[in-house]
């Protein structure tokens, strides 16, 4: 199985809901990331868990909340979303070969549509 | 910052046409990728080559590395109309193995 699940696909939202993204892989991946993509703009990293432990943030407002709950598991909480966040939510995860070895290749999922009105 | 740029931003060519697009970066990498994103879905990994490596072949892709100049190029020989999609070089960093950085992307049409 070479597959990242994320749902829901689609999210729409108000600025003063609570939702969550998930994504879930069964690849037996140790390293899982959240990016952020505009409209033709690349992916953004947002974090990393490697181990299932927080290894990077990319100075994320802390309006985003991650979660590593397993090892196949990672969600994205949502609170107080501003218009701008509204993107394309990406998850991918990768073999984790440890530091200072070559970055591995990342699957990703198909990604969640969000819409803060 | 290491961040790639891609040119041209974007291409469009005729079915069965050649198309090649440019990746240049700014610091020593271990790796470079590409990768494919049909439109709103997700990336989907095509090839890896490492900085000690100057040409690798997958199929229909060619992938050059050139580290004196810091630039990689994604050859697409004899395109079909599935190959419609933005395309993304991303490099791996000495430091820091789990983070990509991706280039701005080359959007490819393939007129049938």
């Known amino acids: 199985d070479t597959e990242v699940t994320q749902t829901p696909k689609h999210l729409v939202m108000g600025m003063t809901n609570k939702k969550s993204l998930k994504c879930e892989q069964h690849?037996?991946?140790?390293?899982m990331y959240w990016y952020k993509q505009k409209a033709k703009k690349p992916p953004e990293l947002m974090f990393v868990y490697s181990y299932e432990k927080l290894s990077i943030n990319e100075s994320v407002p802390s309006r985003f909340s991650p979660e590593c709950p397993n090892s196949s598991l990672l969600n994205l909480h949502l609170h107080a979303l501003q218009p701008e966040d509204s993107a394309l939510y990406l998850c991918a995860s990768s073999q984790d070969r440890g530091l200072r070895r070559a970055t591995d290749t990342q699957y990703f999922g198909p990604g969640t549509r969000l819409t803060v009105l | 910052s290491q961040q790639g740029e891609e040119d041209p931003q974007a291409l469009s060519i005729q079915e069965g046409e050649n198309a090649t697009m440019n990746c240049s970066y700014k610091?020593?990498?271990?790796?470079l990728q590409w990768y494919r994103q049909n439109s709103g879905r997700g990336l989907v990994h095509l090839i890896l080559i490492r900085s000690n490596e100057r040409e690798k072949h997958s199929g229909r892709l060619r992938v050059t590395l050139d580290t004196s100049k810091k630039s990689s190029s994604l050859l697409i020989t004899a395109s079909r109309a599935a190959d419609t999609a933005s395309y993304f070089c991303a490099t791996g960093g000495i430091q820091g193995a789990q983070k990509l950085v991706f280039g701005q992307g080359t959007r490819l049409t393939i007129n049938p």
């Open positions: 610091t020593s990498i271990n790796n």
């Open positions: 690849m037996g991946h140790r390293a």
